[in-house]
């Protein structure tokens, strides 16, 4: 598993949101010049999170976007299986994936599904809140 300059993005983008709330809109402009992300790249990452209902965003005047829920209320894997998909360590343990002919004898599958389980765990106990800590 390797985690893509989105998914990084997204992370740096919403603890961003979560430490300037003041209960207004943040223009992206804003979140780009802090975070040195290209304009270009956030309007490709913030409808992610709109879609998944992790910020809200409106256009305009006083447009911008901010959180829906608390840092705390943010696990980071919600946040990186949104924008990276599935966080699966091999393909036979994505979501939907069909069934290997193997998994009966596969030796090593107990072994990946453990360091899936972890990875997953370990994400989903870390939140924006806990980064914001740091």
Known sequence: MKISSRGRYALRVMIDLAEHDDGAYIPMKEVAQRQDISLKYLEKILPLLVAGKLVEGIHGKGG?????????????????????????????????????????????????????????????????GDLMKQ
């Open 64 to 128: 911008g976007y901010r959180l829906t829920r608390a840092p705390k209320d943010y696990p980071i894997g919600e946040i990186l299986r949104l924008t990276e998909g599935d966080l699966a360590p091999v393909a036979c343990l994505e979501c939907n994936a069909e069934q290997c002919v193997r998994t009966a004898d596969c030796r090593t599958l107990p072994m990946w599904s453990e360091l899936n389980r972890r990875v997953n765990e370990y994400l989903d106990s870390v939140t924006i």
